[in-house]
């Protein structure tokens, strides 16, 4: 089967920088995604990676270790309204868009 | 444009009876997926489509169904509700289906089942 773990939870102040882990277990690799989710709200794409290292999209950065089976989202220079819930998913391969999802990490930034 | 549209946003039933829920995607958007949010289970998938026809189908009874229309507008169905279907149901769309498309969602409705 497929599964990815995250932390639960994870606390914050602003202008900090925090990283969301994310280890996963697939039958087969395609890249890991991030999406933020705030409360009641829609859950928006942040990141793809399908190549090991590091992709930069301002404040947030992905890295991926396909080798560690691993990831993590960092966020920079943190500010309150970065408090959310932030998910890795991997696709579950071939010609569709399904999304396995991980556990899911809700982030609190503290002033 | 207009972004993922979900209706209704929120919904209260009954067990035993029937939900439809819709879903329009974002213009020129032909996969839709949907997905079942709980505090427990987290994000699962439930059915994707692509052209009207189903490509995919998660592990959910067939208590759960859905149809995609001509304009890629989608509807997904639960009949004979139980307390348990209680979540949030949320429909994601994208240009094609593939591992690597940027997925769009909606905000999705809120069922909740007494």
């Known amino acids: 089967g497929q599964s990815l773990e995250q932390p639960s939870e994870v606390t914050a102040v602003e202008g900090a920088i925090v990283q969301i882990n994310c280890t996963y277990q697939?039958?087969?690799?395609?890249?890991l995604s991030w999406y933020q989710q705030h409360d009641g709200g829609a859950p928006t794409f942040l990141s793809y990676?399908?190549?090991?290292g590091l992709e930069e999209t301002g404040r947030f950065s992905s890295f991926l270790s396909r080798s560690d089976s691993y990831g993590y989202l960092l966020l920079q220079e943190l500010q309150m309204k970065d408090s959310a819930s932030y998910f890795c998913a991997v696709p579950a391969g071939g010609a569709t868009n399904k999304l396995i999802f991980g556990t899911g990490t809700l982030l609190a930034v503290q002033p | 444009k207009a972004g993922v549209t979900q209706t209704p946003r929120y919904l209260i039933k009954t067990r035993g009876q029937q939900v439809t829920l819709s879903c329009s995607p974002i213009s020129g958007h032909r996969s839709v997926s949907w997905y079942q949010q709980t505090p427990g289970q987290g994000l699962q998938f439930l059915f994707e489509?692509?052209?009207?026809?189903?490509?995919n189908k998660g592990n959910f009874p067939g208590r759960f169904s859905g149809r995609q229309f001509s304009n890629s507008r989608s509807e997904m169905n639960v009949s004979t509700l139980e307390l348990g279907d209680s979540a949030l149901y949320l429909c994601a769309s994208s240009l094609v289906a593939g591992p690597n498309e940027k997925l769009f969602f909606g905000s999705g409705t809120q069922l909740s089942v007494l």
């Open positions: 990676n399908a190549l090991d």
């Open positions: 697939t039958s087969g690799f395609y890249g």
């Open positions: 489509y692509f052209s009207e026809t189903q490509r």
